[in-house]
């Protein structure tokens, strides 16, 4: 009987949900945006000085449009669990999060009493609850590098090995 080494999974389902959910909010965002967009009569704003209104709309689809862009270039990055993906989710939702808190708190913007605006901000809290799970976390931290993981990077960068460098030293690196 032998024993081989299993291969952990490349994406543990956390991740892959949580992916999902970001690619989620991204696509809502920006069908939040569209729904706001076609509420005003962008004619007649334009021909004079914009209402507070069309100010308002442009001043939302400006910042949660930027946001939605992000969140999907993040889902896409968390998927592929990149080094940096979990810091930059949890970022978005506090940027997104925080939008919505200014625009509660900070206008005397229509969005006030839009139930989107809860929406927005309920999702938000969620996601960043889930990000800070232990599954989650664990996923992206930092990994010691095994000997066979250096040798593929030495194969894939085309280093060389000196036996000399080898034998004089007996300590790990700090990779």
């Given at each position: 009987m032998s024993v081989e080494p299993t291969l952990a999974a490349p994406n543990p389902w956390p991740i892959r949900a949580?992916?999902?959910l970001?690619?989620?909010?991204a696509l809502c965002l920006a069908g939040v945006i569209v729904y706001f967009v076609r509420q005003v009569d962008w004619d007649n704003e334009l021909i004079a000085v914009p209402s507070p209104m069309a100010v308002d709309t442009f001043l939302f689809t400006a910042g949660y449009?930027?946001?939605a862009v992000m969140l999907l270039m993040?889902?896409?990055s968390f998927y592929f669990q990149r080094r940096s993906a979990w810091v930059i989710a949890i970022a978005l939702q506090g940027l997104a999060l925080g939008f919505a808190l200014w625009i509660y708190f900070g206008t005397t913007s229509h969005f006030r009493q839009s139930?989107?605006?809860y929406v927005i901000?309920?999702?938000s809290v969620i996601l960043v609850l889930y990000l800070n799970t232990a599954d989650v976390r664990t996923a992206f931290l930092a990994r010691t590098p095994t000997p066979r993981d250096?040798?593929?990077y030495r194969r894939a960068e085309g280093l060389t090995e000196s036996p000399a460098l080898l034998e004089q030293s007996h300590e790990q690196p700090d990779w």
């Open positions: 949580i992916s999902l970001m690619a989620v909010q449009g930027i946001i993040t889902a896409t139930p989107w605006l901000m309920a999702y250096l040798a593929e």
